[in-house]
């Protein structure tokens, strides 16, 4: 029985260290040549990457970067006959191209084998290659693919020009750069209509025509306007021509009114070509205002296409923009008053104060009521309330009502606070009780009127 325990416990014990072994084996094996020193073959790209195994995802994170390192080795040109190289500035557009070219390859990438992969104990490495004739002829075969359907937006945006649909066209022009954006730093050089061109660089060439056809007309260069009056798009806006002059749909337009701290308007043209302006109540009081207003091209590009490389390329297509000023005068008000004392006519008590608080806030007062845009008038009476320990006691109430004269329409209304006159006689007393309202009128209800034409 013994025996037999002895014999059992050296098999397990032979059995364990065989596996250790042949563990270790395997951990340890010798490292590759490939890994202290990249292979070099000029008929492939290699990508090699290494990754400490501190992670569960450690063989993800190698193949990711043996891939990265694969697509780097795919180096960007851009051709002197590309439309990248036509446009390109001090560098920045092109560095930023092939940025954004060597994200897209990693992202497309095809045609590549794995060689070989080697696990240490604390390593795990990968190492791709693809060769650069398969990939000269996926990229061949991919070219042609997406120039034929390039080729079929832009015949189409032609079309859609003929028709005066610029906005069709421009949309059909950037789907068609969109469909070639990965080829941009290449010719493109292809038939089209029966000539040889270079088609990126053709497309830009007619957005340009296209967009130098297109002007932005205001309904006016100058007007004179008062505070207070509205600008709304029954008298400001602007139309958009093509092609003689032919007026153009959909098109969008952004309009900024400098004096409302910057206030833009975005909005596109009617069937009409005329987009209408609503700014509101013209309440800054700066003499010269202006109303800048552009066509979107940005707006049209977005809503084309997320291309971050076709967007740029678009960046470079001409502004078309105009320009209407306004000069502003403050309103001429015109005051009548229609004052009573303790129920008789009277002349105004509150006229000459409400004058100068008037002109005080920029207004300017009138005695020639054919010239005013404004008229203002005073509504009040004093009432007498009796005797109390031999005084008099007289109390005032009014308005103050404001009339549009071109059209006798009411535009401000306000209640003067009821006061009241306390004096030995009764006129004193309703003197008394008119200076309060007076004071009241210039404290309160001037300034509210203000504010109604004024931004202070």
């Known amino acids: 029985m013994m025996r037999c325990l002895v014999i059992t416990l050296f098999l397990l014990t032979s059995l364990i260290g065989c596996k250790s072994t042949k563990k270790t084996t395997r951990q340890f094996q010798s490292e590759p040549s490939w890994i202290s020193s990249t292979p070099i073959n000029s008929n492939y790209y290699i990508g090699i990457f290494g990754t400490q195994k501190t992670t569960s995802d450690y063989r993800t994170a190698a193949k990711k970067g043996a891939l990265d390192n694969l697509s780097s080795e795919i180096s960007v040109k851009i051709s002197g006959e590309s439309v990248l190289h036509s446009l390109e500035k001090n560098g920045v557009f092109d560095q930023e191209f092939k940025q954004n070219i060597k994200i897209t390859t990693q992202k497309n990438l095809e045609g590549y084998e794995l060689v070989s992969t080697w696990e240490g104990e604390n390593e795990y490495w990968v190492y791709y290659r693809l060769s650069k004739s398969e990939y000269a002829r996926i990229k061949k075969a991919k070219l042609d693919a997406v120039l034929n359907k390039a080729k079929d937006h832009f015949t189409r945006a032609k079309v859609k020009h003929q028709e005066l649909d610029y906005s069709h066209s421009f949309t059909l022009c950037v789907q068609a750069l969109e469909s070639v954006s990965e080829y941009l730093d290449t010719p493109l050089k292809t038939e089209l209509d029966g000539k040889e061109v270079y088609f990126a660089t053709e497309v830009m060439s007619f957005l340009q025509n296209m967009t130098d056809e297109l002007s932005i007309i205001p309904s006016f260069k100058?007007?004179?306007?008062?505070?207070?009056?509205?600008?709304?798009?029954?008298?400001?806006?602007?139309?958009?021509?093509?092609?003689?002059?032919?007026?153009?749909?959909?098109?969008?337009?952004?309009?900024?009114?400098?004096?409302?701290?910057?206030?833009?308007?975005?909005?596109?043209t009617d069937v009409n070509g005329k987009a209408a302006l609503n700014f509101g109540t013209i309440n800054q009081s700066q003499m010269n205002q202006t109303i800048i207003t552009e066509i979107d091209f940005d707006q049209l590009s977005e809503e084309s296409t997320r291309d971050r490389m076709v967007l740029a390329l678009l960046k470079y297509l001409p502004t078309k923009s105009c320009k209407s000023t306004l000069t502003v005068y403050p309103p001429k008000i015109y005051i009548v008053s229609k004052e009573k004392e303790l129920g008789k006519g009277v002349k105004s008590n509150l006229e000459g104060g409400i004058k100068q608080a008037l002109i005080s806030k920029g207004f300017e007062v009138t005695t020639y009521k054919d010239n005013a845009d404004l008229i203002l008038v005073i509504n009040g009476n004093t009432?007498?309330?009796?005797?109390?320990?031999?005084?008099?006691?007289?109390?005032?109430?009014?308005?103050?009502?404001?009339?549009?004269?071109?059209?006798?329409?009411?535009?401000?209304?306000?209640?003067?606070?009821?006061?009241?006159?306390?004096?030995?006689?009764?006129?004193?007393?309703s003197d008394d009780a008119y200076s309060k309202a007076g004071d009241y009128v210039k404290r309160r209800i001037i300034p509210k009127l203000a504010n109604k034409y004024f931004s202070f």
Do not use: C, M, W
């Not at 798009?233 to 400098?258: A, C, F, M, R, W």
């Not at 031999?390 to 306000?414: C, P």
């Open 383 to 429: 009432e007498d309330a009796g005797i109390n320990r031999e005084a008099h006691l007289v109390f005032f109430k009014g308005n103050i009502e404001v009339y549009q004269r071109s059209d006798n329409r009411l535009v401000f209304s306000e209640v003067i606070r009821e006061e009241k006159g306390v004096q030995l006689d009764l006129k004193r007393a």
């Open 222 to 268: 100058t007007k004179s306007v008062k505070l207070g009056e509205e600008l709304s798009g029954k008298d400001v806006y602007v139309h958009v021509k093509g092609k003689d002059t032919n007026l153009v749909t959909g098109i969008p337009v952004i309009s900024e009114y400098q004096a409302l701290l910057n206030k833009k308007i975005r909005l596109k």
